[in-house]
């Protein structure tokens, strides 16, 4: 009996071993091959993100359109991918149309230059910008019989230079160039948030259009994205999609176009003509409309439906008169964060807009829950980057139509040289929270000058220097030759 025990214990033992090595071994396995892009990604991004040296990032790649062009920083690059975040730059030509699509990742556009209107397709709005209208050929061709032509659309958002424009994933938009000038806009897309769930990759859908081949690049990356992007209608065959349009063959022939070689931005001849309210009744208009219709049931589905309808989704951060931090010797901050636009919640992104003077510079700092992505709009600056261990990762120079990225909680000094130096940040975090070690505010003055006296073996009369030296000065402090001569003058 007890022999039997034992044979049995033994057995059992060995059974749970074997199922335990089993499943370990199943566990590798899977890992290279049951949803290899997940693991891999998820093991890639802990190898990539041990970040020694960091370097400013140059425009890669340019896709030429028929009314302007659009250039890529390279999304693979391991300092893009560690923090999530993808970027390009558009330029439109005007009267130039940038063709409606959709992103997989939620997006903040910067306008460095331009201006114009810009069209969304919010799922479930209703469509508040309505117009009935007849033409002269309607009139012929219904033999003097009256017949109104009826156009609706949701509505129209007017952009010009220095406004921040946010779009969550998922949201068809357009852009059309109504000004005299090229539009320039700066596009920021968050790969790592939760609504990009395939993968951390970008990925723009088509909805109209054609991509056309790479202009110049490298050879890695022409291998890579030498690949023609047809619009998603392309891909279905004829018959059910002209089913599912109700329109005949020929018109569905006319929509996939392959033979199409204008891009993704199309110079619109005669000028585009779309319904447009006024600016100043825009708003109100709009919000009247839809909380109408909403409330009729003919419009929103829900209540958050209803708030993305009538949500602003762009604000200026250009305008002086809008900066948070200003010192007239120094220059100026402006903060745009979900408290002053909602809809940065939904997006989970925030920016900044700064000047430098001259020789001026930014107080040392980290971004305490986000990561930041600069990107150098006029100038040049001088650029100290230090990370874990206090180990220098980037000192150098980054000038106009550079990006640099600068992780969470890795500090950060930015001195402008001998001319002003212009820049914007977006962050990934809706209300991203900076601390600065000097100043009013600051790390230094709110420690104890007895705390900063031991932490530094410093004397007091050094630790009341390096509390309060700055006085009430907040983030931008002008140059040593400035504020010398400010001392002469006084």
């Given at each position: 009996m007890a022999t039997s025990t034992s044979i049995l214990l033994?057995?059992?033992?060995?059974?749970?071993?074997?199922?335990?090595?089993?499943?370990?071994?199943?566990?590798?396995?899977?890992?290279?091959?049951?949803?290899?892009?997940?693991?891999?990604?998820?093991?890639?991004?802990?190898?990539?993100?041990?970040?020694?040296?960091?370097?400013?990032?140059?425009?890669?790649?340019?896709?030429p359109s028929e009314a302007g062009y659009t250039e890529y920083f390279y999304q693979y690059n391991e300092q893009l991918q560690c923090v999530g975040v993808a970027a390009c730059r558009h330029t439109i030509q005007p009267r130039g149309l940038l063709l409606p699509s959709f992103s997989s990742a939620p997006r903040l556009v910067y306008i460095a230059q331009g201006s114009g209107i810009l069209g969304t397709v919010f799922p479930g709005c209703p469509e508040t910008f309505q117009s009935f209208q007849?033409?002269?050929?309607?009139?012929?061709?219904?033999?003097?019989?009256?017949?109104?032509?009826?156009?609706?659309?949701?509505?129209?958002?007017?952009?010009?230079?220095?406004?921040?424009?946010a779009l969550p994933a998922g949201v068809s938009h357009r852009c059309y160039n109504t000004g005299e000038v090229g539009v320039v806009a700066i596009t920021t897309f968050d790969t790592s948030s939760s609504a990009n769930q395939l993968d951390?990759?970008?990925?723009?859908?088509?909805?109209?259009?054609?991509?056309?081949?790479?202009?110049?690049?490298?050879?890695?990356?022409?291998?890579?994205?030498?690949?023609k992007g047809n619009n998603l209608l392309s891909g279905f065959e004829l018959d059910p999609?002209?089913?599912?349009?109700?329109?005949?063959?020929?018109?569905?022939?006319?929509?996939?176009?392959?033979?199409?070689?204008?891009?993704?931005?199309?110079?619109?001849?005669?000028?585009?003509?779309?319904?447009?309210?006024?600016?100043?009744?825009?708003q109100l208009v709009r919000e009247r409309e839809v909380r109408q219709?909403?409330?009729?049931?003919?419009?929103?589905?829900?209540?958050?439906?209803?708030?993305?309808?009538?949500?602003?989704?762009?604000?200026?951060?250009?305008?002086?008169?809008?900066?948070?931090?200003?010192?007239?010797?120094?220059?100026?901050?402006?903060?745009?964060?979900?408290?002053k636009l909602p809809i940065l919640r939904f997006v989970q992104m925030s920016a900044v807009r700064a000047l430098l003077r001259p020789n001026a510079i930014v107080s040392p700092h980290w971004n305490?829950?986000?990561?930041?992505?600069?990107?150098?709009?006029?100038?040049?600056?001088?650029?100290?980057?230090?990370?874990?261990?206090?180990?220098?990762?980037?000192?150098g120079e980054l000038r106009q139509g550079q990006l640099l990225v600068v992780p969470q909680y890795y500090a950060v000094t930015i001195q402008a040289q001998r001319e002003s130096?212009?820049?914007?940040?977006?962050?990934?975090?809706?209300?991203?929270?900076?601390?600065?070690?000097?100043?009013?505010?600051?790390?230094?003055?709110?420690?104890?000058?007895?705390?900063?006296?031991?932490?530094?073996?410093?004397?007091?009369e050094e630790a009341m220097q390096l509390k309060f030296n700055r006085g009430n000065e907040l983030a931008l402090f002008a140059s040593k030759i400035e504020r010398e001569a400010i001392r002469t003058s006084m």
């Open positions: 033994s057995f059992s033992l060995c059974l749970f071993l074997f199922c335990h090595i089993s499943r370990a071994q199943l566990g590798l396995g899977q890992q290279g091959a049951g949803e290899p892009w997940m693991n891999v990604h998820r093991y890639s991004r802990v190898s990539q993100c041990k970040i020694e040296k960091l370097s400013t990032l140059e425009l890669t790649r340019r896709v007849q033409t002269e050929q309607q009139w012929e061709q219904t033999a003097g019989r009256c017949q109104r032509f009826r156009d609706e659309h949701q509505r129209i958002h007017y952009f010009r230079e220095g406004d921040i424009i951390r990759q970008h990925r723009e859908f088509l909805l109209a259009g054609r991509e056309r081949l790479v202009e110049q690049g490298s050879q890695i990356e022409v291998r890579l994205q030498q690949i999609l002209a089913e599912a349009l109700g329109v005949d063959r020929e018109l569905v022939r006319k929509i996939q176009n392959p033979d199409d070689r204008r891009g993704e931005i199309v110079l619109v001849t005669s000028g585009l003509q779309v319904l447009q309210a006024s600016r100043k009744s825009e219709e909403c409330q009729e049931g003919r419009g929103c589905q829900s209540n958050i439906l209803e708030a993305f309808c009538t949500m602003k989704i762009r604000q200026n951060i250009g305008d002086p008169l809008r900066a948070d931090y200003f010192n007239p010797r120094a220059g100026r901050i402006t903060t745009l964060n979900s408290q305490v829950n986000a990561h930041s992505i600069m990107y150098a709009l006029r100038g040049c600056s001088r650029v100290q980057v230090v990370g874990h261990r206090g180990q220098t990762v980037f000192n130096f212009e820049w914007v940040s977006i962050k990934t975090n809706d209300n991203a929270i900076v601390n600065h070690f000097v100043g009013k505010t600051s790390a230094f003055r709110d420690m104890p000058v007895e705390v900063l006296m031991n932490s530094y073996r410093i004397s007091r």
